[in-house]
């Protein structure tokens, strides 16, 4: 049947199972905003406050839900406004398809009004990057997107079509998506020495990242933790993996992991990282990373191998198919005085925060037992970002949405906003600092015109409060430009966009503020006020080993 750009555009998200795209839209892409409209009963499109919003909350969607994410901007400022959250998207592995219109193509490479090459500009944060010219070739090049994206390690993709290709028409044939078969690359041998590095281990950790999420390896991790009988510590991606309630669970490694799982890899013969790519976040100083350890690496990417720690032996391929081979073949083992040496640390360097006062901490541990646990949490990048690493327990995967390797502020509202849309039946809260809040507060607009029922936790300090924190310890308190001398008032923002607010101030008005908050029927904004020198704590100081993890306590010392 002949179809035109547009109505192929959509067609082929149709095959592709997509009912739900965020955008805005503009002058190039207004031929597939005009199809949108008439088929507005088959889409349900979430028209952003900013397009930066429209990616994050596609990446939001797609870490949550495990689909692609869509979204949708026009040429010029329109797309360029993406590249942050495709970037954002590329750190992480999430996998979304950008969908920008250019100028036509006579006017391409001609400085033409609103044109820039997106293709281009965005080729480093990328998977692909396609720039479609001939109608006849977009159906297939959107086909490839999609699987270029989903397959091996997810990522973003870009499809850049020419306004003229939206408008021209050509024959269009529906072609069925089969799901593709698991990616393995993994020798015999290679099982062979992952095995025989498992069974002499006499002190083995298991070290899970944003990979064990992905693969949806859950069942299969939780079966080879407890055959193998080891510890477990997770990354900031790897939250949700690996139930942190379990006996066997010790916490985040790296900068603000706990003592437990710093010491323990620091002193364990056998580290296995399942999913995870070795990020100068967790390792510190890579020199002196888990020194006393052979390294087994699991990862279906075969460029993480090797990066930036040696491994002894790796396993190339799909960690969930990896770990039913492995678990198959393993027998049952026991490390009683291993793991309890490790108990004995868990015992000794609990995590803790000051009682007496309202903080971060105490917010985050109210709010999971109102919850349960079973809400998606999102977060912007700060200290906001560690407690809730450290003092939420996630039970299950694809519940923590958070800028891991790209660091965004304010990433947190628009993802919440796609994780709530992905998720209609799920509670879904973003907790922001403050100075995240504001780079993207405008997206309150979003919630509030669609009535999503959304939670936003200002962790309000009135400073940039990591960067105070490093000011603080390494800077000689020079706080160059990290305070809030403003008069900017949350709550009233917030009234403004169209949504609840409520500020606490003090322990006694945060269960009740929480709890209001969590029966609301729309979005509730709760401004937080905290002191501002709060700091996160265990921390490793940058290049340092892991094993120098510092806190209050040992300041104090000093």
Known sequence: MQLTGSQIVLECLKEQGVDTVFGYPGGTILNIYDELYKQQDDFLHILTSHEQGAAHAADGYARSTGKVGVCMATSGPGSTNLVTGIATAYMDSVPIVAITCN????????DTFQEVDIAGITMPITKHGYIVKDVHKLADTIRKAFKIARTGRPGPVIVDITKDVTANSCEYKPVKISDEEPYTAYTEDDLKAAIKLI?????????????????????????????????????????????????????????HGTKTSNYGVSECDLLITLGARFSDRVIGNAKTFATKAKILQIDIDAAEINKNIRTNVAVIGDLKSVLKVLNNRLDKMQHTEWLKKISDYKAKFPLSYEEDKLTCPYIIEELYKLTGGEAIISTDVGQHQMWTAQYYKFKNPRTFLTSGGLGTMGYGLGACIGAQVGNPDKTCINIAGDGCFRMNMNELATASRYNLPIIEIIIDNHVLGMVRQWQTLFYDKHYSQTVFEDKVDYCKVAEGLGCEAIRITNKSEVVPALQKALSAKGPVVLDCMIEQDDKVFPMVPAGASISEAFDASDLAKK
Do not use: R, W
């Open 103 to 110: 100028v036509n193509l006579p006017l391409l490479g001609k």
């Open 199 to 255: 069974k002499t281990s006499k002190k083995p950790y298991i070290y899970v990242g944003g990979g064990a999420v992905i693969s949806g390896a859950y069942d299969e991790l939780k079966e080879f933790a407890e055959k193998i009988d080891a510890p477990v510590c997770d990354t900031l991606m790897g939250k949700g993996a690996f139930d942190s309630e379990h006996e066997l669970y010790t916490g985040m490694i790296g900068m």
